[in-house]
């Protein structure tokens, strides 16, 4: 059977409302597909992805001075892979590398707020993780070493109760939501912190494109006289005639 497309729906949407305007029709039909892609947890977007930890960067020392975000270090050998990473010195608070600007010189995303020091041992390693641009829901975070899935249900209230200095690290237990960065996606702290290299694979439900996206096509599931008539009951409470 011939899979439907985009075009020819909306087309036939338009054919059964004349005077409504090719980009309503477009926009309907969209609308409708989003009604169901979003239904349910449909078999064709769950997709498979990994978060990678790097192993932790400790050579050297650092200076770091209150309310500046430059961290300067000696010994130290930091590169590009570092920018977006995690920075700490003890039990400090976690700030996030911005940008690397020399093997001994970096930029934090936030002020350094504990008290100016200088000579200091440290740590660069990745807790903050973020999920592939068309990620929607997890359905399963795992570590295949140790044999047991990874909680997802945790908050960072119920972190900072647990662990407020964060101070465990070894294999994580639980992927806590911690925000939303500028591209719109979630960051997810993955707690203990992996200080050694590691990988954790995951199972996620995606967002699918839009029909009028490049690239985009109609899974061979939904037929498109479903999306039609989903289509032109928008119509019905459309004010034209």
């Excluded at 494109?209 to 119509?235: C, H, N, S, Y």
Aim: net charge neutral.
């Amino acid at each position: 059977m011939a899979r439907d497309t985009y075009g020819e729906i909306w087309n036939h949407v338009k054919l059964r409302c004349p005077a409504a305007s090719s980009f309503l029709c477009r926009d309907w039909v969209t609308n409708a597909f989003r009604q169901v892609a979003e239904r349910r947890r449909w078999s064709w977007l769950i997709k498979y992805g990994q978060f990678i930890a790097p192993a932790v960067t400790n050579v050297g020392t650092v200076s770091v001075v209150n309310f500046s975000t430059t961290v300067n270090g000696i010994g130290t050998a930091w590169t590009q892979a570092h920018v977006g990473q995690q920075f700490r010195i003890g039990v400090s608070p976690i700030y996030t590398v911005a940008s690397v600007f020399s093997p001994t010189s970096l930029e934090l995303d936030n002020v350094w707020g504990p008290a100016s020091a200088a000579t200091q041992r440290y740590q660069i390693f990745q807790c903050y993780f973020t999920p592939p641009d068309d990620f929607h829901a997890f359905v399963r975070l795992w570590d295949p070493n140790m044999n047991w899935g990874l909680g997802l249900g945790a908050q960072q209230n119920d972190l900072n109760g647990w662990d407020a200095q964060r101070a465990s690290s070894g294999n994580a237990w639980y992927a806590v939501a911690l925000d939303y960065g500028i591209t719109g996606l979630p960051r997810y702290e993955l707690w203990p912190h992996q200080l050694a290299s590691y990988c954790y694979p995951f199972m996620y439900e995606s967002r699918p494109k839009d029909l009028q996206d490049p690239g985009a096509t109609l899974p061979r599931f939904i037929r498109g006289d479903v999306l039609m008539e989903l289509a032109l009951a928008e119509a019905a409470r459309w004010p034209g005639p």
